[in-house]
């Protein structure tokens, strides 16, 4: 790690912590407790407010703040790559602002480290995923967020067709399809439901609040029960696709 980008990393643990100790650092950073003095030493020299002292610990002082957008080359990177992956797996809408965040903050990076990020040698050309089923996703992820019921005409791994009202409570990626996690008013119960296999879907008027058993977490929760009685581990926090 060049010096630099240490310094920076020492700034935001101190400011995370009420109280940090030298060791801490040294431990985060893989670096002895001497170069740790140092490099705080050179930052109070360089007017950043840290207070404290060898052997007690370190904070930053009151009103010090760092620019907002300040990344390591791997973190540019990271963001690259991850903007890239979002636009192939992502809905719509999700991709675009993905894409429009990625823009702003490469705008802001000096030269060689914005080259050096859109040089990542990563790519996401195709997800499988057609422009129906991403705008499909992306009607549910906005009613997940509204919190408004849907619904849907399903088509299982059976090929039989059932029409559902369920209250959508999360889409969840397994890797090769979207499904959504939901309430199913229905049946009564929770069920995850692959988004390529919906057939028809509206967005209705109706709201719905988080009730007792009815919740995401609850959903959780019942999943992993049901796993411990098949003595099986928890592979994911949801059901798997229909």
Known sequence: MRRADRLFQIVQLIRGRRLTTASFLA???????????????????????????????????AGFELPPL?????????????AR????????????????????????????SRHAAE???LMAPYSGITPVVKQTLQSLREAVEARRKVRVNYLDLAERSSDRVLRPLGCVYWGKVWTLSAWCETRQDFRGFRVDRIE??????????????????????AVQREMADKGQGVSGPL???M
């Open 119 to 121: 040089s990542v040698p």
């Open 27 to 61: 431990m985060r950073l893989e670096v002895s407790e001497r170069t740790v003095y140092r490099d705080v030493a050179e930052l109070q020299h360089q007017g950043v407010p840290i207070e404290g002292e060898a052997g007690v610990g370190y904070r930053l002082g």
């Open 200 to 221: 028809r879907l509206q967005v209705l008027n109706d709201r719905f609040r988080d009730e007792p058993g009815k919740t995401m977490a609850d959903m959780v929760r």
């Open 85 to 112: 992956l979002a636009q192939a797996w992502l809905d719509p809408a999700m991709a675009a602002g993905a894409e429009s965040a990625l823009s702003k903050i490469l705008s802001v990076l000096p030269a060689a």
């Open 70 to 82: 300040m990344f390591t080359q791997n973190e540019a990177n990271a963001l690259v790559a991850s």
């Open 239 to 241: 059901k798997s696709p």
